[in-house]
Nanobody, 129 residues
């Protein structure tokens, strides 16, 4: 059974950095475009970043551009989100997701769970002020 598992969340102070990992199992996601989303309490799931299957192309939400960096290592079936200069408003559950047919630019418009083929269960990031 294919699944995505996020890790690396935690409690940090404003200005700190974290690196999230998304590890895939049960199948190879090497031909899937993938993305990171987050969801704060009482808010909709929000796109953060996406990466093409080849890792050549990336796209970011304006809110994280210049602070977050998405990458992947297909040989390890793992995707990463390096988060720098964290702010209290970054506090949320962070999800990784994969799509077998979307481009990174259409992934950037996903707002609901049925917009992607696979989702992880999320990892909580809390940024204290």
């Amino acid at each position: 059974q294919a699944q995505l598992v996020e890790s690396g969340g935690g409690l940090v102070q404003t200005g700190a950095s974290l690196r999230l990992s998304c590890t895939a199992s049960g199948r190879a996601f090497t031909t899937y475009a993938m993305g990171w989303f987050h969801q704060a309490p009482g808010r909709e799931r929000e796109f953060l970043a996406a990466i093409s299957w080849s890792a050549v192309s990336t796209v970011y939400a304006d809110s994280v551009k210049g602070r977050f960096s998405i990458s992947r290592v297909n040989a390890e079936n793992t995707m990463y989100l390096q988060m720098n200069s964290l702010k209290p408003e970054d506090t949320a559950v962070y999800y990784c997701a994969a799509s077998r047919d979307k481009t990174i630019h259409t992934i950037a418009r996903v707002t609901t769970q049925d917009g992607m083929h696979y989702w992880g269960k999320g990892t909580l990031v809390t940024v204290s002020s």
